[in-house]
């Protein structure tokens, strides 16, 4: 049996119809699916196992404000070893069970001053740092076209929604380009003015892999990050894993408040 073959086993309901990548300290979404089917990683064939603390590790399907959707609890990095191949695996499984809209999520170094730690981010575009692409390699037909077009990588009309949404909770959403960088190490603070000269609002260590994947398969895509901290150089203090789990801890609800809205609107 394949990914798709056994989720398909294990779903009890309607089949879900929104992807959502939960990031570093952002799974608690997950807990509010009703009538959740849990799929640990390990069970499903070909998925490694998430090995990041703060990472769950599991499939969670069931029902968020009325939509059926699909929620990894943890993600798979590039940095932890796995080949770009794994770390979009999941995307291509959503593909698989048709599903056609991508929600990710992700814990981000701020970049641009004027942001603060606690902020939530609607990413608008990104940056590929990465060095590679999950796309090379013989092209896969039966997932995209050799050469997709990257120019709307996250829905402009599905954006604008989610900042409507944001508005009138009264939820600080600010908007920016996302750089994705393999990490692990956090980067040096010429390494952040240079993202900054090059475009980039905040940077992380997921995400671009996965939105390329998204969009080789046709989906539409939402991004959204959780400011958890400034990038390195910006205050005068060193960059923790504990802080990044501190603040998301902290932005939680408006976080919780935001996705459930958007899901809510399909
Ligand atoms: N840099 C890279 N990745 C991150 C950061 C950062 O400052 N914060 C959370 N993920």
Redesign the pocket.
């Known amino acids: 049996m394949n990914a798709k073959e056994y989720i398909e086993s294990r779903l009890e309901g309607p089949k879900p119809e929104i992807g959502l990548i939960l990031g570093?300290g952002l799974g608690v979404l997950a807990d509010e699916i009703e009538s959740p089917v849990v799929i640990p990683y390990k069970d499903i064939p070909g998925f490694p196992a998430s090995t990041v603390a703060g990472h769950k590790g599991q499939l969670v399907i069931g029902t968020l404000e009325g939509r059926t959707v699909l929620a990894m609890q943890g993600r798979f990095h590039f940095y932890e070893g796995y080949s770009m191949d794994l770390v979009t695996k999941p995307v291509r499984v959503m593909q698989e069970l048709g599903m056609e809209k991508l929600l990710v999520t992700?814990?981000?170094?701020?970049i641009n001053e004027a942001f603060e730690a606690g902020n939530l981010m609607l990413i608008t575009d990104h940056i590929n740092q990465f060095g590679t692409n999950p796309l090379i390699g013989e092209n896969q037909d039966e997932h995209g076209p050799r050469f997709p077009d990257m120019s709307e990588a996250y829905s402009r009309a599905w954006g604008s929604k989610a900042a409507a949404a944001a508005r009138n909770r009264g939820i600080t959403l600010r908007e920016g380009v996302y750089v994705g960088?393999t990490?692990p190490s956090?980067?040096t603070p010429a390494e952040?003015r240079m993202l900054r000269t090059l475009g980039g609002d905040?940077?992380?260590?997921?995400t671009v892999p996965e939105v390329v994947a998204a969009k080789h398969g046709g989906m539409e895509v939402l991004g959204i990050s959780c400011?958890?901290?400034?990038?390195?150089g910006i205050l005068d203090q060193p960059?923790t894993?504990d802080e990044?789990m501190e603040t998301t801890e902290k932005v939680k609800q408006d976080f919780l408040t935001l996705v459930k809205d958007i899901i809510s609107q399909g």
């Open positions: 570093s992700n814990a981000a170094g701020g960088t990490g956090y980067e952040v905040a940077v992380g260590m997921s400011i958890s901290n400034m990038a390195a960059l894993h990044v």
